[in-house]
């Protein structure tokens, strides 16, 4: 039991930290390296690697439907990583499965998809072997060399989990899938998908989600509102969003809302403060007199650099901690 817990408090440090991804492996092949956001579990080898500046790639989250067919997918694309390792030894597949998921859900991640099979079967649920090969159809991996589909005389089980972080660089999604090949060998497949930052920049905030957030949290962030650099003026790229945010408020009549501007912590408190008042201000200014919201609907306020959800101390963390916020009154 001693031995369990060290290597899960290994796996969860490297997963928090990425200390250990520069260490260089006797066994990887040639210029292969684990990935800072989630490392390798302590004896695995890197057999295939592979990253690509801009990829597009399918997370499956439910169940296979019909012949290599599964109905729920999250769509998404950036900076993928494609890491495949071999463990050798007593371990199973469970154990190396149970390390990463406790790994991810301790740094923070979100649970989007996850299964568990101790036996090989064709069953049409999360994780199964069945469940793989569809998934991976859509996700191509090379024929040859890699043995996470593949079987032999003492095959088992498989597993596979997906997740996603919202971090200041961007959103990140990790999915990995494993089969116990056979008694000795664990098969690992570990995908990272960064969103492109530039792809980020065109999220427009959505009515519909906009319900969902406003009715999980009482808050929401609205994206896609762009000011002029220091000022309070917003420019012609703000009028999707705009229209998306007026459509939600036209579907909750009853509900009034304070809007909040924050900003970065750039700069001083005092002038900060009155920026993110004065945006906040533009924003109700412009649904009531462009839009048709009552004005009692909407109090501005501005809580300055006060809030951040991320640090300061990179751009991706600034431009996060730059928004305006519709949170329920």
């Given at each position: ?8 408090l ?7 930290t ?20 989630v490392t ?13 500046a ?29 890491i495949y ?10 154990e ?22 101790t ?24 024929p040859?060399?890699?043995?996470l ?7 088992a ?9 919202e ?87 009853q509900?009034?809302?304070y ?9 001083s ?36 650099p ?12 600034r431009?996060?901690n ?8």
């Open positions: 039991m001693r031995g369990y817990r060290s290597v899960l290994w796996v969860i440090w490297s997963v928090v990425g200390l250990i991804s520069g260490e260089v492996h006797a066994g990887d092949v040639s210029g292969a390296k684990d990935h800072p956001v390798r579990y302590p004896g695995s080898e890197i057999k295939w690697y592979d990253v690509q801009f990829e597009p790639y399918a997370i499956a989250t439910g169940p296979v439907t019909g012949y290599r067919a599964i109905d729920e997918w999250i769509e998404t694309q950036g900076r993928t990583t494609r390792y071999e463990l050798e030894g007593a371990k199973t597949h469970s190396v499965f149970a390390n990463y998921k406790k790994a991810l859900v301790d740094a923070g991640f979100e649970l989007l998809a996850e299964g568990l099979f036996k090989s079967s064709r069953a049409p649920e999360v994780g199964s072997r069945n469940w793989l090969g569809v998934h991976y159809a859509k996700n191509a991996i090379p040859d060399g890699l043995r589909l593949q079987g032999s005389s003492t095959s089980g498989s597993a596979f989990v997906a997740a996603t972080k971090r200041a660089a961007g959103r990140v999604y990790v999915a990995i899938g494993m089969t116990q090949y056979s008694q000795d060998i664990v098969a690992t497949l570990i995908d990272v998908i960064e969103v492109d930052e530039v792809e980020t920049d065109l999220v427009t905030v959505n009515a519909e989600a906009m319900g969902d957030a406003i009715d999980e949290y009482g808050r929401v962030t609205l994206d896609g509102l762009f000011f002029d650099h220091d000022k309070a003026t917003l420019t012609a790229a703000s009028k999707p969003a705009l229209d998306e945010i007026s459509k939600f408020l036209a579907a909750r009549p509900m009034r809302f809007v909040v501007g924050h900003t970065d912590g750039t700069g408190l005092a002038y900060n403060q009155s920026l993110s008042e004065r945006r906040a201000a533009t924003v109700v200014n412009e649904l009531v007199g462009s839009f048709g919201v009552a004005k009692e609907r909407l109090e501005a306020h501005g809580v300055g006060l809030v951040p959800v991320f640090s300061n101390a990179s751009d991706g963390g431009a996060k730059r928004r305006v916020e519709l949170v329920e009154r």
